[in-house]
């Protein structure tokens, strides 16, 4: 059982905010934050250099480390042939993050990036649009040398998207452990395939196959590492395909051990996150209904080693439906577990069983006005923001008055991502193109 730690620093959770999926003339967003006793500060980024309002429709935030820095990477990401735009900030548990670095998908030759990884001053970024990942030098925010650093190479007829990625060590040497799928369009998968990469050179370790339409990685410090999959095509009530795998990253070569399907207290996909907290593991499933309105989702906490056998052992659940919202995320930061639940934002308090009453609202993106909802993430000023979450991440993570080692993965990207179904992601496309244009009109 996990113990709670006194806190000498809150943790801080910074998240996308927009007003809806597809509607081309609410094409604005910001990027709101709210730590772990739940004081929020909407809107600590507006808008990016050059009066740009998140137009793209699609604003987002991952974080990063460099050094000992806390870092926030906010993007405007556009489906047009306009650049996305990047701004580096330095996140603040005062909601003031400054002036940023700013870039372009143009300066790194990446888009719609979806994780990093950084050592050193070396930052690794891994786009969904693209099947390259690309690195970054710290120290001046440029390109470095030599990119692509890796590009994957998909299966026959599929094109390669890059989902998810940690670092592992294995044996002295650091390897990108990197998360593809394989896919055509929006309704047909190949494989999926976790990729080791040497951090030094760039170069291929290896490769395993996994279940179709993968969507997140955590790795264990025993070098265990977890994965969920949609299993193909998210539709109403979960996928039966849908699966939870423990690859060990130590096996020489590395290997798939278990492979965990529907089963008790499992009972409808579709596998979407995995927190690891000590010894335990917390599992998230959610799934759409008949009318795409509402999401059903189950909370499980088991252990590790329960997990590593190919069952949940003695666990602990909650259910509960929720209306339509698609962004989730299960996120430990060696001290607190948040839990993004469509349009709102909790902390769960492991030190007890799952449970209603273990799960605290901290934030709603479905209000705005702090005199009046100090809870809302969304603003009214100069843009009418709120009602969706389009990302999340941990931005600054807890400090414990107990000592304690950085909680592995600390140096990689852990965010939320939309999970949509195929037709409304096609309508979001379309919005945000449509608005794209429009801004390129005025």
Sequence with gaps: MSEPRALLQESVLAAGVMKDYTTPGDPYGCISQVDSAGTVHAGVVKTLPGGNYFEGHDARVLNFVKGSEYKALVVDYTYSPTSSLYGIFDPAANGIWGTPVVRTDTNWDINN?????TNGNDMFLMGYDSQDIIKVDLT???????????????LAGKEGHGVDMDAVEIDGTLYLAALFINAEGYSNYGNSQLVLVEAAT?????????????????????????V?????????????????????LNASPPAVTQTIGIVTPVTAGDYVDVALVDANAY??????????SNYTYRLVRTTQASLKAGNFGTSSTYSATVPSGATWLLAYDGIVLWFVRATEIYTIDTSV??????????????????????????????????GQLNTAAVVIPAASAAPRAFAR??????????????????????????????QEKK
């Design 113 to 117: 990036p979806y994780s990093i990884v």
């Design 140 to 154: 001046t925010f440029n390109a470095a040398s030599g990119n692509p650093f890796f590009t994957y190479t998909p």
């Design 202 to 226: 760039g170069d291929l370790a290896a490769t395993i196959d996994l279940n179709a339409n993968a969507n997140s990685i955590a790795i264990a410090a025993d070098n265990f590492a977890y």
């Design 228 to 248: 969920t999959s949609f299993g193909g095509v998210q539709q109403p009530g979960g996928n039966a395909t849908s699966r939870l795998q423990v690859v060990d």
């Design 283 to 292: 599992v998230l499933t959610a799934n759409f209904d008949g009318s795409y």
């Design 353 to 386: 069983a799952l449970s209603s009453s273990a799960l605290t609202l901290r934030a709603n993106a479905g209000l705005y006005n702090a005199t009046t909802n100090p809870q809302g993430l969304g603003i009214d000023d100069p843009h009418e923001v709120y």
């Design 409 to 438: 993965g600390a140096s990689h990207t852990k965010h939320a991502k939309v999970m949509l179904p195929p037709e409304e992601l096609e309508k979001f496309k379309a919005a945000a193109v449509q608005a794209a244009a429009a």
